[in-house]
């Protein structure tokens, strides 16, 4: 019994250093930045943080900056990426949104929001561009925190920058303390996830397909929450803008024409101006237009086109 004590201690011992070696060697292999998923976690852990309001499940950290998949994200005192609002603007436009908004992994020169500044700069118009994107975020979320949060910031038009998977129901779980603390587990987790779970288990196609039918609750309350932001923005005489950011895995043969013209439907009839980003994107392969071979999220390359679609619309 003694002997079975002591070689099951060893065992246990021995399988304990062998994953710290793992652990270590893991983080000393992703300090390339170029890890997708350990990037993402690091976001997670360095700029964001829980919310106090069970809606936006977590916020970001406020007036702090981190370099991830190696760009510099910062954040101003009212957690949005960049520099801190204007004191004196003639207009002020604040886009609100996800990861894609945020210009995940592009330079915040580059991201669009920062390239239509520029735009009116160069026609001499002062005017302030506020970009309120947090990545894991929902038509729910982003319209719940501008509506807690931002409101304040009274600005005189507001751009629903919409991604296909904003309709999704988000849960506002933090993880676990191993997803929390090891980028072995978050790794384990992640392939764990490609094969079984939600995502494995159906073809995107289907997924969307899924995501936006008439009995989907998570179109229910996205429109509930764009029905919520277009009353708010009417009250205060608030421009309102819609657009939609298309699906960049197959730009050449696009597979989901029916979910935007069911979008570009639901900004109809609500009096709502919209822009579908798939006019100026539409043909990209995604070697030109994706972040890292496993990121796709829009490059530098797509900000830009989303930026010079947009300028003439707001202006």
């Known amino acids: 019994m003694s002997s079975l004590i002591k070689n099951t201690l060893l065992i246990l011992f021995s399988l304990f250093i062998g994953l710290l070696v793992i652990e270590f060697g893991l983080r000393a292999k992703n300090l390339s930045g170029n890890n997708y998923d350990i990037e993402m976690w690091r976001y997670a852990k360095e700029l964001k943080k829980p919310s106090d309001n069970p809606i936006l499940g977590h916020e970001h950290v406020r007036s702090s900056s981190a370099l991830l998949q190696n760009v510099e994200i910062r954040t101003n005192s009212f957690g949005m990426r960049g520099a801190e609002p204007l004191k004196s603007y003639s207009r002020r436009i604040l886009f609100l949104g996800s990861s894609i908004t945020l210009g995940w992994g592009v330079n915040e020169s580059n991201v669009f929001t920062t390239l239509i500044k520029n735009k009116y700069k160069k026609d001499g118009v002062n005017v302030d561009i506020l970009n309120a994107g947090i990545g894991n975020y929902n038509t729910e979320r982003y319209v719940e925190n501008f509506i807690q949060n931002l409101h304040a910031l009274k600005p005189s038009d507001v751009v629903v920058h919409y991604f296909l998977n904003d309709a999704e129901i988000l849960a506002s779980g933090g993880g676990n303390y191993l997803t929390k603390h090891f980028q072995l587990a978050v790794l384990g987790w992640g392939a764990y996830q ?114 010079d679609q947009l300028y003439p619309v707001l202006n």
């Not at 196609?205 to 609750?217: A, F, P, V």
């Not at 819609?242 to 009096?271: M, Q, T, W």
């Open 194 to 307: 490609r094969i079984f779970g939600n995502s494995a288990s159906l073809p995107m196609t289907k997924y969307y397909e899924n995501l936006y039918s008439d009995k989907s609750e998570g179109i229910k309350r996205m429109l509930a929450s764009l029905d919520k932001l277009n009353k708010y923005c009417q009250d205060r005489k608030i421009n309102l803008y819609f657009s939609i950011v298309p699906d960049i895995h197959n730009l050449e043969a696009y597979p989901y024409l029916n979910i935007h013209n069911k979008l570009i439907g639901y900004a109809k009839e609500r009096g709502i101006k919209y822009i579908d980003f798939l006019d100026s994107m539409s043909g990209l392969s995604p070697n030109t237009v994706w972040n890292l071979a496993n990121d796709p999220h829009p490059n530098a390359l797509g900000h830009k086109k989303m930026a």
